[in-house]
């Protein structure tokens, strides 16, 4: 059985930060493109951060450029998600996802509210 399983999400001060966390299984993770999305209150999903199947390469949206990392580990089938300087905007349900070709799995998500 397929799971991505988001954790570490919660309610943060601006200028904050927090790590989320995807923990796979059911598949082999390492054959996967990861990616973390996000979808913000009467917003769509959004792509914010991807990885390669060996975490040499990164790309991510404008607007958590230089303030986001996305990493892996293979050997534990984790993602993670450094999320430093929160802002308000930032604000959204945040979802992993896993992407080989037209295959794809999604987690559930985990809320992240940046508010003082």
């Known amino acids: 059985q397929v799971q991505l399983v988001e954790s570490g999400g919660g309610l943060v001060q601006p200028g904050g930060f927090l790590r989320l966390s995807c923990a796979a299984s059911?598949?082999?993770?390492?054959?996967?493109?990861m990616n973390w999305y996000r979808q913000a209150p009467g917003k769509e999903r959004e792509l914010i951060a991807s990885i390669n199947y060996t975490g040499v390469n990164t790309n991510y949206v404008d607007a958590v450029k230089g303030r986001f990392t996305i990493s892996r580990d293979n050997a534990k089938n984790t993602v993670t998600l450094q999320m430093n300087s929160l802002k308000p905007e930032d604000t959204a349900v945040y979802f992993c996802?896993?992407?080989?070709?037209?295959?794809?799995?999604w987690g559930e998500g985990t809320l992240v509210t940046v508010s003082s």
């Open positions: 059911g598949f082999t993770f390492s054959n996967y493109v």
């Open positions: 996802n896993g992407r080989r070709g037209g295959r794809e799995y």
